[in-house]
């Protein structure tokens, strides 16, 4: 059984710039979920996604949105990006809601320059 | 706010001794809690986990204990190996809400 699959790995930009993170969950699970992790902050939560709809979402400024498809697939697309969204954006698959233990993808690394 | 606080960012313990993280919440309102850990360039994994109305989950070397007046959390492990040296995230849901994560601690097991 594949694991959760995010593309690409390792992604760099210019300020200003928008970027599009991919996420592929383990087969059957309904449940995405969007995190952002930096140095001394831990993982933030950005938004949860299920059966295409947007069940919870963080607090993050606007220019960060995703979205789910029908296949369970997700997006997150952050726009005029800045230095400090420089992280690893990690995308955690479930079952059903995320409540119960959460699989994590290897993460992309983004770098604003 | 922080609703999950792990206050310790590093740990160092010799192997073969008890490794003891600790987390602390703020929200009453959690009721199931986790522990991840994370290698580097990987994403974390599931360790062990504990719903609010235990106190204690044990799973092999792992053992986490839950002090709900407290409002505590900690990750014992025994006996302490080399392979355990990783960064290690607390996390705790109420009812079908998100994960909320700690900043993590990065224990490193000593030969």
């Known amino acids: 059984k594949a694991g959760v699959t995010q593309t690409p790995r390792y992604l760099i930009k210019t300020r200003g710039q928008q970027v599009t993170l991919s996420c592929s969950p383990i087969s059957g699970h309904r449940s995405v979920s969007w995190y952002q992790q930096t140095p001394g902050q831990g993982l933030q939560f950005l938004f949860e996604y299920f059966s295409e709809t947007q069940r919870n979402k963080g607090n993050f400024p606007g220019r960060f949105s995703g979205r789910q498809f029908s296949n369970s697939r997700s997006e997150m697309n952050v726009s005029t990006l800045e230095l400090g969204d420089s992280a690893l954006y990690l995308c955690?698959?479930?079952?059903?809601?995320?409540?119960?233990?959460?699989?994590f993808g290897q993460g992309t690394r983004l770098t604003v320059v | 706010d922080q609703q999950v606080k792990q206050n310790s960012p590093s740990l160092s313990v010799q192997e073969g001794r008890i490794s003891i993280l600790n987390c602390d919440y703020t929200?009453?309102?959690?009721?199931?809690f986790l522990w991840y850990k994370k290698y580097p360039a990987e994403g974390p994994t599931f360790l062990i986990s504990?719903?609010?109305?235990?106190d204690k989950n044990e799973d092999g070397r792992f053992t986490v204990f839950l002090n709900k007046s407290a409002k505590h959390l900690s990750l014992h492990i025994v006996p302490s190996q080399p392979g355990d040296s990783a960064v290690y995230f607390c996390a705790a849901s109420q009812g079908a809400q998100k994960l909320v994560f700690g900043q993590g601690t990065r224990l490193t097991i000593n030969p």
């Open positions: 504990i719903s609010s109305i235990k």
């Open positions: 929200n009453s309102m959690f009721d199931y």
């Open positions: 955690a698959s479930s079952l059903q809601v995320m409540n119960t233990e959460a699989f």
